[in-house]
């Protein structure tokens, strides 16, 4: 698995997350648990969704290349 996902991207995936869950919890709706997959893409560092689009904005982050293992994908 490769990380697709860079810093800035996470840092927005990590606060929708947390918005989608509390809008979730607010309307009482199952909604919310898409939330939970944001934080995880976020979490790992990959997203699959950017795979048929060969979107990859880990890329832009300076030394932090998945062979080092910098964006967190355990390499």
Avoid: H, Q
């Avoid at 860079?6 to 840092?11: E, L, S």
């Avoid at 990590?14 to 997959?37: E, R």
């Avoid at 950017?50 to 932090?64: C, H, R, V």
Wanted: one cysteine or more; hydrophobic letters at 45%; a positive charge.
């Amino acid at each position: 698995m490769k990380c697709n996902v860079g810093k800035v991207d996470k840092a927005i995936r990590f606060g929708a997350g947390i918005a989608v869950i509390l809008a979730g919890v607010a309307y009482s709706s199952w909604f919310g648990l898409i939330g939970v997959v944001l934080i995880a893409t976020a979490a790992i560092g990959f997203c699959p969704a950017y795979l048929p689009f060969k979107l990859n904005t880990s890329k832009n982050d300076e030394g932090t290349s998945c062979g080092s293992g910098g964006c967190g994908c355990s390499r």
